[in-house]
């Protein structure tokens, strides 16, 4: 009979699941992802996989909160009132992105 373990690692990772709207590409990155995921629980356990998760969480919110503020400020040091590089420096998506980046980074 076998294990738990031997059931769960000998599927396929997309077994069942439609993936034909998917490029080569995202089908490598997701199962990068997954792989990714899988050595960083096999070797921190849950506990690690939670307190990484928790981190960049934390600095989503933080540069969701804060992003804005910080753009305006980096946005009139360079002298950009408006248009593109405007409104993306002071996006709250990209303050959260950024703000996870360096989260994880840290």
Partial sequence: ???FNEIVYDKAIFEGMDVSFMTDSELN???GLYHM?????????IEGLENKLKE???GAIAGF???PAVG???ANALGVERGILYD???SRLVSAALGSAIQKNL
């Fill in 37 to 45: 995921l899988k050595e960083s629980f096999d070797t921190d356990g």
């Fill in 88 to 90: 993306m420096l002071t």
């Fill in 56 to 58: 960049g969480l934390f």
């Fill in 72 to 74: 305006k400020v980096i």
């Fill in 29 to 31: 990155e997701s199962i």
């Fill in 65 to 67: 909160i804060a992003g």
């Fill in 1 to 3: 009979m076998k294990t």
